[in-house]
């Protein structure tokens, strides 16, 4: 090599930034899609088996969801955070090694997954859920864990490359027959009579057929994918090196990263799936039937969670992506560019998590009219409006783990959600004894809150990085109030004052919310220049801006 050392840096990072952005607006979109499919199939779902099915179908999918994340979690982005390493060492053939010594593991661990699954679905439904019926649910969807885990190792895989475009159609594929044959499926058995708990079964296979061509095209995928034409910017000017590790201590290195990442990632599945058991059990104690219990737990987990769960997709592409790019600016040592990177995930964060909590809580009434019958959305509206808060803090804490993970303190993620679960668990066993079904969101809020709020001081304390509390925090707080507002003062008039019915008052309002909210962001200088030069097109779309007036320069 001829000149110094920070020549090769460079393009490393530009290149980087490119597919960063790239990756983030692919999985934003695609992310946006599956949980628009998400709410297409659970809407026609509740009218086919009712409340009553879709608990019995949310009991077998919380505690997929608990396997899932211990599965697969940690381990993929463990994968990604070896692969970019390898790669920005110029280690290209260990890159190759460690990611079939990965994919052996995932393929033992998806398999033990399963069998645990089908074998254990009796006992957990009987002794645990004290509602047996949900075993059919359980060991319909068992086989999902195996195809998901082995994808997950691809997905890893890709993300070490930064490629989130495999990613994004497996999980359309998965999504669409999730909808398309667990539609299908359902109303087969209920033509043929079959009772609610076997219908909710039927349903279930199709996020497992989904979950199995998701799978298969991964590995197509793969097989076809050119690593030569993404490596060339690493080996260009001083070749790669013939250095690879044994399998023994890849192991090792995956389950030093992933273990950490896959407790802290999992404790709040399993502390949701305690919950299931614990609002089962204690609505039973205070005089529900069984078939009441798992009503009023499949209105909430069908209906309420779903559109909590919604904003945090917009957030999730950026904590996926900023990993690997994390990893590579600080083995750069470009530390200035990482600290950049953070401030700017957490402002993105802030901007969108709050405005959709603000405005979900307010809205939750009309926006589920929009969707469900009218004595499910009777029941779940208070619920969602008690929940939707949290969805901010579920936001934050997805951008802060990704931090703290992309630099190396895996474990203070761990910490935080430990404790945020023991506030969930024990707060809503309080509470349900109080105040019914409507602890649980509370005890939610009360759990991220906690975990969010200890995060935050982990990435100030070791990671070094302290935010502008009145640019990232405070300006868009006003924002969010002033668009949540909107949404309340738009809903009021149109139904109350004009009379407006239906749909439509609901989307005006809406609308009128987020163009308040735009014209504040800007007018309070939420956003600034710099932030707009950060994004795809930036000195375009912040040359419109400045035209127009919305933005100037610091």
Not at 16 to 31: A, E, P, Q, R, W
Not at 123 to 133: D, I, Q, T, V
Request: proline share 5%.
């Amino acid at each position: 090599m001829n000149n110094g050392e920070s020549k090769p840096t460079a393009p490393k990072v530009k290149n980087s930034t490119k597919l960063f952005f790239s990756g983030v607006i692919i999985l934003t979109i695609s992310n946006l899609i599956i949980k628009a499919i998400g709410l297409l199939f659970k809407i026609p779902m509740n009218y086919i088996v009712g409340d009553t099915g879709m608990g019995y179908y949310s009991h077998a999918y919380t505690l997929y969801t608990c396997f899932f994340m211990i599965a697969t979690n940690g381990l993929p982005v463990a994968l990604a955070m070896m692969l970019s390493e390898s790669r920005s060492k110029r280690q290209l053939k260990n890159a190759k090694r460690i990611f079939r010594v990965a994919l052996l593991l995932f393929l033992a661990v998806g398999l033990i997954g399963m069998l645990i699954m089908i074998f254990g679905a009796r006992p957990y439904a009987r002794y645990g859920l004290k509602a047996e019926s949900t075993v059919y649910c359980i060991i319909a969807i068992a086989p999902t864990l195996f195809f998901i885990t082995i994808s997950s190792a691809y997905r890893g895989y890709f993300q070490g490359y930064q490629q989130m475009l495999p990613t994004a159609v497996s999980q359309m594929i998965e999504a669409v027959c999730k909808l398309l044959l667990g539609i299908f499926f359902a109303r087969y058995a209920l033509a043929q009579g079959y009772e609610i708990h076997i219908v909710a079964a039927y349903a279930a296979i199709g996020l497992t057929v989904g979950a199995g061509l998701g799978m298969i095209f991964l590995t197509f995928y793969k097989l076809l994918f050119r690593e030569a034409k993404y490596n060339e910017e690493f080996v260009a000017e001083e070749g790669e090196t013939d250095e690879t590790e044994p399998a023994g201590k890849i192991l090792r290195r995956l389950a030093v990263i992933a273990i950490p990442i896959t407790i802290s990632s999992s404790v709040m599945s399993i502390t949701n799936l305690l919950d299931a058991v614990l609002v089962e059990r204690i609505l039973q104690t205070i005089g529900m039937t069984e078939e009441a219990a798992t009503t009023v737990y499949g209105n909430y987990t069908s209906l309420a969670v779903p559109m909590f769960n919604m904003p945090p997709y917009l957030i999730y592409p950026i904590s996926y992506s900023i990993i690997p790019l994390l990893t590579l600016a600080r083995s750069s040592g470009d530390h200035p560019r990482a600290n950049r990177i953070m401030e700017s995930s957490l402002r993105v964060a802030v901007l969108i998590g709050l405005p959709c909590a603000l405005g979900l809580s307010v809205l939750s009434q009309p926006i589920l009219s929009m969707l469900y019958k009218a004595e499910s959305v009777e029941m779940a509206w208070p619920l969602l409006s008690l929940l939707a808060p949290s969805t901010f803090f579920v936001c934050m804490l997805s951008v802060t783990n990704a931090i703290l993970q992309a630099c190396g303190y895996e474990r203070m993620p761990l910490y935080s959600m430990l404790v945020g679960a023991a506030v969930k668990l024990v707060s809503n066993y309080i509470l349900l004894h109080i105040i019914g079904m409507y602890g649980t969101p509370i005890s939610t809020f009360l759990c991220y809150l906690t975990a969010t709020g200890m995060n935050i001081y982990f990435v100030a304390k070791r990671v070094g990085v302290m935010p502008n509390m009145g640019r990232v925090f405070g300006r868009p707080l006003v924002a969010g109030i002033c668009c949540a507002a909107a949404a309340f003062g738009a809903q009021t008039v149109l139904t109350s004052v004009i009379g407006l019915s239906g749909r439509i008052p609901t989307l005006l309002s809406i609308a009128a919310a987020a163009v308040i909210y735009a014209l504040m962001v800007f007018l309070i200088r939420a956003v600034t220049a710099d932030d707009i030069r950060l994004i795809p097109k930036g000195e375009k779309i912040l040359s419109v801006l400045k035209k127009i007036r919305l933005v100037r320069e610091a």
